[in-house]
């Protein structure tokens, strides 16, 4: 799946998709990063998994004091990076979220909103478990999910995104219990709040799982020391 947001939805095409959203998914999107720059302390060092063409990036950047956007495709990354060379406080790398390439405990915070935790189609536990490793004790880490609440909005968002060609046909046989399944291979998941709490029974953290807008659904990790 990660072949698809690098070819069929890169670059110019994932930022259409933001484009085409319509208001109750803007107000959405709005409330996630407001959520996020609420927990970023000035001065902190920041990084996104999945920045993808740095829509929130520039938002961070004007709270921490330096932020890391990661992301595994090349042109959506190149794309990006057009629009943050403006910004002084902002670096851009190519890399697998499952591995990252930093230190331990490097970061005050990270951040992986917009479902990242589902669209990376990586191993969950082994995501989080390799957030929590690069983030300082006391730091935050931050994912989020849909909440079931906003589930209409969000099927009325994809079937846009369907009907512009940046996604495959929905199939709406398979299409429920908050998973999205369209009929060129391309799946979108929630993570709910339980589903959360077990990925991260195995970590020393301690795990808050906070309702944002009726539409997103945050887990808030703090790495113990």
Same mark, same amino acid.
């Given at each position: 799946m990660s072949a698809y947001y690098s070819h069929k939805l890169s670059a110019a095409r994932l930022k259409q998709a933001y484009n085409i959203a319509p208001?109750?998914?803007?107000q959405h999107l709005d409330a996630e990063v407001s959520h996020v720059v609420k927990k970023i302390r000035p001065g902190d060092l920041v990084i996104e998994l999945g920045c993808g063409y740095g829509r929130i990036l520039p938002r961070l950047a004007r709270k921490a004091g330096w932020v890391v956007g990661i992301d595994?495709?090349?042109r959506t990354l190149e794309f990006a990076?057009?629009?943050?060379?403006?910004?002084?406080?902002? /670096?851009? /790398?190519?890399m697998d979220a499952v591995r990252l390439g930093f230190h331990d405990h490097a970061f005050d915070c990270l951040v992986c909103i917009q479902n990242g935790i589902s669209a990376f189609h990586a191993d969950q536990r082994a995501l989080? /478990?390799?957030s929590v490793r690069v983030t300082k004790s006391g730091g935050i880490v931050l994912f989020s999910s849909y909440s079931d609440k906003f589930w209409k909005h969000r099927i009325e968002w994809f079937e846009l995104q369907s009907e512009t060609g940046l996604l495959g046909e929905i199939d709406y046989e398979k299409t429920k219990d908050g998973v999205?399944?369209?009929k060129d291979g391309f799946t979108a998941t929630t993570v709910r709040?339980?589903?959360f709490l077990a990925l991260t029974t195995h970590l020393n953290v301690d795990v808050r799982?906070?309702?944002v807008d009726e539409s997103s659904l945050f887990c808030e990790i703090v790495p113990c020391s």
């Open positions: 208001p109750r998914v803007r595994t495709a090349v990076q057009e629009t943050l060379d403006t910004i002084p406080n902002c /670096s851009l /790398s190519r989080i /478990s390799e999205i399944v369209c709040g339980k589903d799982i906070v309702e």
